[in-house]
């Protein structure tokens, strides 16, 4: 009789195709199918040749090679494509076979695939993957959620094709229950968008501010690159600043300046609004992606619409040490309000959340890769309940050790005109976060003057609600409290 395979993999896009083999390098035998089914041929044929993964030409085949209970993964495009294969997968397979969505689906899909699933016997895991293609091949962040009894069956696959920290622990373990893995994939990517942005404001001001060269912005970015800031995307921003196209000139230079997106941030920002986080920084990255793509009307504007005539005349050493140390500070808060995010989320939907665990997964083998995540890991351990990472020790002291540097880099923005959305807008988060005082006892006042809302008083308990009759005419009738 012919082995049978541990894991089943539908899809075999270049992401698809590398955890395949990845999978083989680590001894397990993956069996394959594609809708299209040349694929499979030409994938054995090809960069599969000579592995132990098996082709499979019918949906029908590839359940039937592989061993009970039945693991079968999809790797295919979010939404539709993924209830379609699991309708047609499900009368194939028996009550506690496994399937898992490895794409990038919304969380809220994955909660309700999750709960029919297991309505019908079945389990089910939405798990994220994040470092892509090279990361799938040579070992992925994994952030695996759902059915909980799935996990036993799955985890010697995940950790062992997952990225490795130095002590060897993989950078892949259990999220928790429905949808929490691929809600923490969808945060994680709201979190890259936010430190591509910061670094992009960064290189703005380097280049237009300060008026630096290519190789000055590459030697800086490389000099940041072995210090708080070391990280994968300043990694890869380094070599960005010294690819040249064919004529010698800087690449990056050519390049259109209207940014893509391919939803995941804005649902991290429609995730916190529902959740009522103050998300302003990877709300801030979204709205500056969508007003580069206004490209056309920025063009018009920049030909009527003037700004200050200010020119950098400082010490151009001190306003980078400057900026490293903002970006440092805007980085703790963009990582703070993804982990709001986590807590607020992790009580709405009754999740148990690992937060030490999940900076362990982002550590390696992801798009968002840093050394600092290993402080954020240190504070979880230390205080497992922390409320706000702003709290602990070493964030307190880092962010108070940056501040002043961070204040002068955003007032130097300012005044050469230069838009920093996500390093201005991390400032004012932290000034509001750190006042006990703010100015919404103003605006429930107007609240409840033009709409009867109600508010709170400062001399009586927590919970009560008093209406004026502010103008003497509106009555006492009142509209009653909510929260937006």
């Known amino acids: 009789m012919a082995e049978l395979a541990d894991i089943g993999l539908i899809g075999l896009a270049v992401m698809g195709q590398n955890l395949v083999l990845n999978m083989n390098d680590k001894g397990f035998t993956v069996a394959v199918y594609n809708r299209t089914v040349s694929k499979v041929d030409e994938f054995l044929q090809g960069t599969a040749a000579g592995t132990k993964v098996i082709g499979a030409h019918s949906l029908a085949e590839l359940v039937q090679k592989l061993k009970r209970p039945r693991r079968v993964m999809l790797m295919v495009k979010a939404g539709s494509a993924v209830d379609d294969f699991i309708n047609q997968l499900l009368p194939l397979m028996e009550p506690g076979d496994i399937i898992i969505d490895g794409g990038n689906s919304n969380y809220e899909d994955?909660?309700?695939?999750?709960?029919?699933?297991?309505?019908?016997?079945?389990?089910?895991?939405?798990?994220?993957?994040?470092?892509?293609?090279e990361g799938a091949r040579n070992g992925p962040s994994i952030m695996p959620g759902g059915s909980a009894a799935a996990w036993p069956h799955v985890k010697d696959i995940f950790q062992a094709v997952a990225a490795k920290v130095a002590d060897g622990t993989p950078c892949c373990d259990w999220i928790g229950e429905a949808g929490s893995g691929h809600f923490v994939k969808m945060v994680h990517n709201g979190i890259e968008y936010g430190d591509m942005q910061l670094i992009s404001e960064a290189y703005h001001?380097?280049?237009?501010?300060?008026?630096?060269?290519?190789?000055?912005?590459?030697?800086?970015?490389?000099?940041?690159?072995?210090?708080?800031?070391?990280?994968?995307?300043?990694?890869?921003?380094?070599?960005?600043?010294?690819?040249?196209?064919?004529?010698?000139?800087?690449?990056?230079?050519?390049?259109?300046?209207?940014a893509g997106q391919k939803g995941t941030g804005k649902w991290t920002v429609i995730g916190a609004l529902d959740q009522g986080t103050p998300l302003t920084l990877i709300g801030e990255a979204v709205f500056a992606r969508m007003l580069s793509a206004l490209k056309d009307e920025r063009m018009k504007a920049a030909k009527v619409l003037k700004g200050p005539d200010a020119q950098f005349s400082g010490d151009k050493q001190a306003i980078l040490n400057d900026l490293e140390q903002a970006l440092y500070a805007a980085k703790i808060i963009s990582y703070t309000q993804g982990y709001m995010l986590f807590q607020a989320a992790a009580q709405a939907?009754?999740?148990?959340?690992?937060?030490?665990?999940?900076?362990?997964?982002?550590?390696?083998?992801?798009?968002?890769?840093?050394?600092?995540?290993?402080?954020?890991k240190d504070a979880y351990d230390k205080?497992?309940?922390?409320?706000?990472?702003?709290?602990?020790?070493?964030?307190?002291?880092?962010?108070?050790?940056?501040?002043?540097?961070?204040?002068?880099?955003v007032m130097q923005a300012v005044q050469l005109g230069i838009p920093v959305p996500t390093l201005s807008s991390a400032l004012a988060f932290f000034d509001g976060y750190r006042t006990e005082q703010l100015p919404a006892n103003l605006l429930q006042a107007q609240r409840d003057y033009f709409g009867a809302h109600t508010y709170e008083r400062t001399d009586k308990p927590r919970g009560e609600f008093f209406h004026t009759n502010w103008t003497m005419r509106g009555g006492n009738v009142t509209a009653g409290t909510y929260s937006a």
């Open 205 to 258: 001001l380097m280049k237009v501010g300060l008026g630096m060269s290519y190789e000055e912005m590459h030697a800086t970015f490389d000099k940041w690159n072995t210090g708080i800031l070391d990280s994968f995307l300043i990694e890869i921003t380094r070599d960005i600043m010294a690819f040249k196209d064919e004529d010698g000139s800087p690449l990056v230079e050519k390049i259109l300046d209207v």
């Open 383 to 409: 205080t497992p309940t922390l409320s706000n990472l702003l709290l602990d020790d070493y964030f307190t002291d880092a962010i108070h050790t940056a501040q002043p540097s961070w204040r002068r880099v």
């Open 110 to 133: 994955s909660t309700r695939r999750y709960k029919e699933l297991e309505a019908k016997g079945f389990l089910y895991i939405g798990t994220g993957i994040s470092g892509g293609e």
């Open 349 to 376: 939907y009754g999740w148990k959340l690992n937060y030490g665990g999940i900076a362990l997964m982002w550590r390696e083998g992801c798009i968002i890769r840093s050394a600092f995540l290993g402080k954020i």
